[in-house]
């Protein structure tokens, strides 16, 4: 079993940081990209950022130059730096993974629970 569990969430003002976190844990043989999105209320989910397994990162444009993915490898966690925060930015936030969970399985994509972000103007 797989399991995606992220923290870092809350309340912030206009302006302000929050760090994400998501640690995978379970029979995990590697990871390929990992991802955030996020989902405001009655709109859509949306990718928000991603990484590849070799640090390739890639980014919505309505939060590039404010968040930074990055990931590390040896604890199967990814983080998600939330810089000069906007109103618009609310949403829970969820990260998934594409594992392989043997040496002879396929990928699949596992998710989070989600967190709330909730950025006060």
Same mark, same amino acid.
């Given at each position: ?21 998501? #640690? ?9 990209? /990992? ?14 950022? #991603?990484?590849?397994?070799?640090? %390739? ?5 309505? %939060? ?17 730096? /939330? ?7 609310? #949403?829970?936030?969820?990260?998934? #993974? ?20 909730? %950025?006060?103007?």
């Amino acid at each position: 079993q797989v399991q995606l569990v992220e923290s870092g969430g809350g309340l912030v003002q206009a302006g302000g940081s929050l760090r994400l976190s998501c #640690a995978a844990s379970g029979s995990i043989f590697s990871i390929n990209y /990992m991802d955030w999105y996020r989902q405001a209320p009655g709109k859509q989910r949306e990718l928000v950022a #991603a990484i590849g397994s070799g640090g %390739v990162t890639n980014y919505a444009d309505s %939060v590039k130059g404010r968040f930074t993915i990055s990931r590390d490898n040896a604890r199967n966690t990814v983080y998600l730096q /939330m810089n000069s925060l906007k109103p618009e930015d609310t #949403a829970v936030y969820y990260c998934a #993974a594409d594992i392989r969970r043997y040496y002879n399985s396929d990928y699949a994509v596992y998710w989070g629970q989600g967190t709330q972000v909730t %950025v006060s103007s």
